[in-house]
Every structure is written in structure tokens, then in C-alpha cells.
């Protein structure tokens, strides 16, 4: 049963995908492979003219099995919303798609809640939930189609069931059915998702034999089915998607780590994962971490895999705070006894009202952190904004229909197939009510790369352009009319005067404290 507080990952994680509804760039694949499946089916006739990775393909093959998990889920809940006329263009689907993709992570998360409250009781179940809605990056991110989120639910049930299902509070041994279930999520996670989960995979293996309650003969041949069974699966659907024999996560790893391809993306010293993105992802989760382990004994084994795994991805050179996510839940549980210690220590000394005190700082300033890094969130998305504009400020039934030049920065910055609203293919949904049926007469959206601002000009055939380019170009003014900037993200701003000469003005003025500065980014633009 999901309890009230449980509502926190749902609620928080819809409302952040509501608030910043369009995607970047490291979403594109999945949410273009998404968009196909559900608009040409898990067997479209003519893959080479129909789906989008076969224009843009990317460095290395990725799996197609969580896109289409994901389509396949998501449908149902489109048909349904069609039906009580909630969608109005392909972009209500693209919003769909990112609900149900955070629901199932939500759901992971409520498996781990119930974790926690079966091994450390209600009270530190309560305290990782709060906890976890107070931090910024999972909850935001957990509805966006990156890899790692697709892998996320499968690593949370691995998790739950590895470390604290079917375990008494102060026993670490766990059934064998809560080991076989794990692994066969690390399995399906790491061949077919995310190759570098291989190096989580074998601490969660190591600690299964040091546990000594599942037989070595149990691990092997549980972990080998399971290995097996996601290679061959990956294998024979990602082939056929591909046209060509491929294993993607394989690909992968010959790529990124054989070949040492990941370092063209940036290398970062060995400790980077520990100095800087922990602290990012877990926020003041990091030192109440610190006191669960420190107060608390049973947090050893939940911690010993995750931290053996950022130990060990510490070593590839190219580091993301994406490659550690996985992490969260587990540093987050500790951090919640940490949390549950310092609310409970004894009101008669002076140490209990100083701990209760603390522990409310802690979470007030994650909060306080995530609002603002919400907020900036919702203004760092300048493609999306300008082709939602663009659709604002162009009627569809404009004839000639337009033909618009999507720049770089657009195209990575939200505008993704859903948002080609007047392009096809349709989503059979969208044909149910007179108000989302699509213009007869298709646009063109075109994406070619490497095009300069005179080509375009001199290209009759385009009717607008979304452009990097300001008014103030000469190529400009000579041959386009400017219809809307699209302001985005700049920086953020300390007003140093109200903190030192208006001092008296800040209890009323708090939220004026820390502003925003958004400047132009992106220009729309119609032929003269």
C-alpha cells in the first residue's frame, strides 16, 4: 500500500515534468525512438524511411527495448486520454510518455520506502522520503528518456531486494528468492541498458557470497540465465531495428572504454564522482549519510556496493553525475538514519533541541536548493520554447505550408518530433476530436546540420528559420523579418546590495535575494 508520503514521488516528479516539459539532447534518442514506435508500431513496414536513428544514429547503436517498453506502456494511457479529449497536438503525447516513464520510477522508489520501513521501521522510511523529495536531480530527472532512467527502476529492485526485503531489522542475510530476483534486474539492467552496471553488478555478487545464503552453484547459474537471457534478447530486437547484427551495450563498451573513445567528451580527475557530483546529487544528504554510518551498523552492507561501484567507475575518465545516479537511494537510506538520529535524540539535553534544529536546516535547505534549481530548469530549454512559439505565432492552415530551418541549439534544446505538431506521422489518438486533428497540408521541419545563415538565404524553399543568429546579423536584416526571441537561462544573480545596504528589507524581500537573468538565444525569423 502506497502511504501519504509516498504521494511526495509522484506528485513532485509529474509536476517537475509539467514545469519543464521539453527534453535535451542526451533524451534525443529515446524519445525519437518512443515517438516512432508509437507512431509506426513494434513492426513497421519500412524501417530505413520511417525511423529517426537511421538519419541521426548517433556515435554507437543504442537498445531499442526501453523505448519500446516504454511506447508500449504509455499507449494505453494515450488511447485513454484521447478519449476524454485531453490531447491536443503529438506534444501532449511526448508529456504522457515522460509521465508514465516517472511513475515507474516512482513506484521503484515506494518498493525501496517499503524496504526501509521493513529493516529500520517507519520512522526512517518516513525520513528517506522526505529526504529524497527534497533533493533536486532524481526526482527531476527520473521522467526523461535518458538511459540511466530506464535502468533506474530495475537498479531500485535490485536494490530493495539485495539489501533489505525478507530481512529482519537486524539481520543482513536475505532469501534466496530477494538474490535471484536482484540479479536478474542487474542482469536486464547492465546487458541491455547501461554496460558500466557490470561494476555494480559484481560487488552485489561479491556480497551475496560473503552472506552465505544463497549457494555459490545458485549465484553462477542464476546470474549466467539472466545474462544470457538479456544478451539474447537485446541482441535479436536491437538487430533487427539496426538492420545489421549488433549488441548495443557491447558496442558500447569497446567504444567508450576499449577504445577510450569516452575521453573525446572530457576527462575528469580520479575523485571527481566523490568531491563533486555526490555532493551535487545527494545535497545534505552527504553528511547525514555520514551520521547513519557512523550511528548506525546495518548501513555497511547497504552502502558497500555503492560505494565500491563509484570507487570503481571512478577510473574511466569521462564522468557525469548521470553515471551515478544509481547511487542515490542507497546513500539516501543511510542518510535517512542520519536524518531519524538527530530527530530522535533525547529533548532533556542540550544536544536533542540543537540535532532537531539541524535536522530541519537540512532538509529546508535542500528544498530551498531545489527550488532554485527548478526554476532554472524551467527557463533552459530555448528550442522547445521557440518552437512552441512558432506554432503560436503560425496558423497551421498557413498556405504554402511553412518550411522552417531548425538550428542546432533548437533541435538539442526540446524540439524533438513530438513538438513537429503539424508534420506526420500521427498518432491514431489524435484523429478521435476535431480540435487535435492535423492540418491536411504537412510542414517541413528540417534539421540538415552545417548550414550557414547565407545557404538558408539563398535557399528559396524555406519559409522561416529558428536561428542562433541575432536582428543584428547583416545576413539578417537583408532577407528575414524577425517574428519572436526565445530568452533562456543566463545566470544567476546575488543581489549584493539588499545583503549589505538594504539589510532591513530582507525578511520581506527574501526571494529577491537570488535572481535569474535570462538573456536571447534563439530568434525566429520569416522570409521577407
Known sequence: ??????????????????????????????????????????????????????????????????????????????????????ISSKADLQLIVRLVLATCNAISLVV??????????????????????????LLFWMGRTLPNMFAMPLINLAFAYASMYNSSRYSIRLSEKSWKLAFWCLAFSTVVLRVELVLLWVPFLLQALVQGRISFYTIISTNLLAGTTAAVASFIFDSFFWQKDVLPELTSFIFNVAQGQSSNWGVSPFLDYFKIHLPKLLMTGLPLAFVGLLTDSRIIPILFPFIIYTALISNLGHKEWRFIIYTVPAFNVAAASGLRYLFTRRKTTIFGPISFIFALGFLAANFGLTGLLVHISMHNYPGGEAIAAFHQLVPATTLPPPHVHICNLAAQSGTTLFQHLNSPPYHSALYLWPNSVPPATPWIYNKTENLTLSELSRSSHFTHIISEQPPTSPEIAGHWNLMKAIPAFDRVVLDKELLTHKRWELPRRLFDLIRIVEKDHLWIYERK
Not at 513496414?45 to 525511423?51: A, G, K, R
Not at 521493513?118 to 518516513?126: E, I, K, L, P
Request: hydrophobic fraction near 45%.
Open 112 to 137: 525501496i520506502r517499503k524496504a526501509v520501513s521493513n529493516r529500520f521501521g517507519s520512522g526512517t522510511a518516513s525520513c528517506f522520503t522526505l529526504l529524497t523529495c527534497s533533493q533536486f536531480h
Open 1 to 86: 500500500m502506497i502511504s501519504l508520503l509516498d504521494v511526495g514521488f509522484f506528485a513532485l516528479s509529474w509536476t517537475y515534468v509539467l514545469l519543464a516539459p521539453y527534453t535535451k539532447v542526451e533524451e534525443s534518442f529515446n524519445i525519437q525512438a518512443v515517438h516512432d514506435f508509437l507512431s509506426y508500431g513494434l513492426l513497421p513496414d519500412d524501417l530505413s524511411h520511417q525511423f529517426d536513428h537511421f538519419t541521426f544514429s548517433g556515435a554507437v547503436p543504442r537498445t531499442f527495448l526501453g523505448s519500446a517498453v516504454l511506447a508500449s506502456t504509455a499507449n494505453p494511457f494515450i488511447i485513454i486520454a484521447a478519449y476524454l479529449n485531453l
